[in-house]
């Protein structure tokens, strides 16, 4: 099972934002993605930060994934498969559509100083923009 660490950061609300992505293929290989996204909310650069982490797996043929993160908003939204906040829905919808390509996803809820890997990658995406 391969272990994918994601943050979202923006510096402002909405500001530039980045995605922080992390994946560690426990055999000695990492990849380590840097993304600027653009102007967003910090939720929004989380959602962003998941689907393209998503993709980046789909895209590798990873079937058995194992994804972290420090958001309880993402956590919460894909354990649930619901969001209160609307403007959110859409991302979440992207993100079942994906997950559910996957043989076997889960995911957890890390404290923050557990995901320092994928918020420094986050953190120099916002520089990127």
Known sequence: MIDIYIDGASAG???????GI????KNG???????????????????????TALDLCIER????????????????AIEKRYV????FQPYLEKAIARIDQFELFFMKWVPSNQ????????RQAIRKN
């Open 13 to 19: 609300d909405p500001g530039p934002s980045g995605a």
């Open 22 to 25: 992390f994946i560690n293929y």
């Open 29 to 51: 290989k990492v990849e380590n993605h840097s993304i600027p996204l653009g102007q967003m909310s910090n939720h929004e650069a989380e959602y962003e930060a998941l689907i």
């Open 61 to 76: 043929g990873i079937k058995m994934v194992s994804f972290r993160t420090d958001s309880k908003l993402i956590d919460d």
């Open 84 to 87: 209160k906040n609307k403007r």
């Open 115 to 122: 995901n320092k890997n994928a918020d420094s990658l986050a």
